[in-house]
């Protein structure tokens, strides 16, 4: 049964995950470890972790005979596109000493890669597993080099490194902060909350995007395969839908009729979304380790609305 040390536990990503590695594995067998102090009613093992500090994070691997590193914490792109230095320190710095960590105790490592480690010059429809990746924005820059420093790892050391570009990811838990995809999670909320939203992308933008729950099965499909069936390690494209804000506005009227959206681009997340994908192809998941999804936009949508309403946003 694994012992899984979460980086990052409280952001959007983890807080979820956190919670089903405990259902899964059992509680203690799950630390949970962020920069900010321990939440209330923590369900399990917490440790104040700040993932640039590589002794720190050895000694809390150490102690609890982690054999799984989920390493999440990192900087997203329209952040990355304003603090530089402080997303290479953090998102490579930080991977560096999660790999190290993870080579030093004989650990399997999950990172999450994304669609920003492609760029203007790649395909932009159905985006092959392997293709041209020149991203020209800074967080793309260190999610190129997060999945080329794993497979180092994975081929220089047998590290069992595995990662997945993730499309933005939705979810009415916690909202995501700093990215180019959050406008998706807004203007569900925005919906519920004023039958209104400006959208700060364009209509016609288009992304691939996934539902929180199939993103969280995916990791552990991943993180259970036969690691012998893998082609490819980091990272793997997957994706549930490919939509703009239009077919989003479209799905969310189909429960709040008067829904209204306008649009008022912002040139750096704007940017940064013109030179990612449109959609990519999941392919190689869905072969080498049966990636699948149970959401498509129209369901997505009736559970945020739904979630979001009882939440009283
Ligand atoms: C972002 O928008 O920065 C993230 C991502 C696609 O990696 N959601």
Redesign the pocket.
Same mark, same amino acid.
């Given at each position: 049964m694994k012992k899984i040390m979460v980086t990052g536990a409280l952001g959007q990503i983890g807080s979820e995950l956190v919670e089903k590695l405990r259902d899964l594995y059992g509680s203690d067998r799950v630390i949970a470890t962020d920069i900010k102090a321990s939440p209330e009613g923590s369900s399990g093992p917490y440790e104040v972790l700040d993932v640039t500090n590589g002794l720190l994070m050895y000694d809390i691997a150490n102690r609890y005979e982690a054999d799984t590193i989920i390493h999440l914490a990192a900087l997203?792109? @329209?952040t990355s596109e304003e603090r530089p230095l402080q997303a290479w320190q953090l998102n490579i710095g930080g991977l560096m000493n999660a790999l190290e960590v993870s080579r030093s105790l004989g650990c399997q490592l999950f990172t999450p890669s994304?669609? @920003?480690a492609f760029g203007p010059t790649t395909t932009k429809e159905h985006t092959p597993q392997d293709t041209i990746q020149r991203p020209n924005s800074l967080?793309g820059v260190s999610k190129v080099s997060g999945e080329l420093l794993c497979d180092y790892y994975y081929h220089k050391f047998g590290l069992d490194t595995r990662g997945l570009r993730?499309?933005?990811?939705i979810s009415y838990v916690t909202p995501?902060g700093?990215?180019?995809?959050?406008y998706v999670v807004e203007m569900y909320i925005e919906s519920v909350a004023r039958g209104a939203y400006t959208s700060y992308l364009s209509p016609g933008t288009f992304m691939d995007m996934m539902y929180m729950p199939d993103a969280l099965n995916a990791i552990v499909s991943l993180m259970e395969a036969d690691g012998s069936k893998l082609k490819h390690r980091n990272a793997f494209n997957v994706s549930a839908m490919s939509i703009d804000p239009e077919m989003i506005a479209e799905a969310i009227r189909k429960h709040i009729p008067d829904f209204k959206v306008d649009y008022k681009p912002d040139p750096l997340r704007q940017a940064i979304a013109d030179s990612w994908p449109d959609s990519i192809d999941s392919g190689a998941s869905i072969e080498e380790w049966g990636f699948q999804v149970h959401y498509d936009l129209d369901k997505m949508t009736s559970e945020m609305l739904a979630h979001l309403a009882v939440k009283g946003n």
């Open positions: 997203l792109s @329209a994304s669609i @920003a967080y993730f499309p933005g990811l995501p700093g990215g180019t995809t959050d």
